[in-house]
């Protein structure tokens, strides 16, 4: 049973006011080169303490980002996946961030692609990008669907969570568990539901043929990816060879950060990034 005191993050918070309202973002400061980090739906910033503190140790100044909605920061004015990057965007703006590394899983993973493929201008302060078993398209019909699987604890006090997310999840760091709870406990119902009842098809996979810097794609293991292998073939065919890499990582959920896939998804975004 762990308790706060031993989930301590040693990470900065801030809070910075932008056009639609507050972002709030974890640092962990280093002089190295700036990685910003985007957690997936119903999660937080702090769900990423694992990889911002293991990144800090190997001496990069890392930002992991409270995405609208979560965590500590406002709603988002609309919810399609450029309005989010364009909020990401003009964070690191204000911030003054340059040359910089971007990671992102699954929602956090479209908002990352959208940014560095959108038309803000921080877009060329982007030196690379890691994608986390991203989310690359949506399709009205089937998202709303998705969304009371997805709902589920969301707003609930952890007291209510965390029995669930231990038995459903027992190979995550006891960590992992306390920290999604408080996130699913700030979570927003009305951002997540924004997510899945977009009222139109969106895709991001065309997109790739515009991408200039390089990219990573770190897909979970095909039991539990959520790109199936049409749309991973779409991805492959698309992808600019020169710029974008792709890899499985086998024994991975899709939480890819979470459990016994963390240390060699880690290996993989280090590597990569050099």
Excluded at 66 to 88: N, Y
Aim: glycine share 8%.
């Amino acid at each position: 049973m762990h308790t706060h005191e031993d989930c301590q993050i040693t990470a900065q918070r801030n809070t910075i006011a932008l056009a639609h309202g507050n972002v709030s973002f974890l640092e962990w400061s280093s002089d190295g080169p700036a990685v910003l980090l985007c957690h997936g739906i119903t999660s937080s910033a702090a769900t990423l303490w694992r990889l911002g503190a293991d990144l800090a140790a190997d001496g990069w100044r890392v930002i992991a980002v409270d995405l609208p909605g979560h965590g500590q920061s406002d709603l988002s004015p609309a919810h399609d996946i450029d309005t989010i990057a364009g909020i990401v965007g003009d964070l690191i703006q204000v911030i003054g961030l340059t040359d910089l590394a971007l990671v992102g899983h699954s929602w956090g993973g479209a908002t990352t692609l959208a940014l560095l493929t959108g038309t803000h201008p921080v877009r060329t302060q982007i030196r690379c990008a890691i994608l986390l078993d991203p989310l690359l398209r949506q399709e009205a019909a089937v998202a709303p669907g998705w969304l009371p699987q997805f709902a589920v604890g969301v707003g609930q006090p952890p007291a209510e969570t965390l029995p669930r997310l231990r038995e459903l999840n027992p190979d995550w760091h006891p960590c992992d568990h306390y920290w999604k709870a408080q996130a699913l406990a700030e979570c927003r119902y009305e951002q997540v539901a924004g997510l899945f009842l977009m009222p139109e098809d969106w895709t991001l996979i065309p997109r790739l043929a515009q991408v200039h810097v390089l990219v990573l794609f770190l897909l979970a293991d095909p039991a539990y990816t959520i790109i199936p292998p049409a749309l991973e073939a779409e991805l492959r065919a698309v992808a600019p060879s020169e710029q974008v890499q792709i890899q499985v990582i086998p024994g991975t959920t899709h939480n890819m950060l979470r459990g016994p896939g963390y240390r060699p998804t880690y290996q993989a975004i280090r590597q990569f990034l050099g």
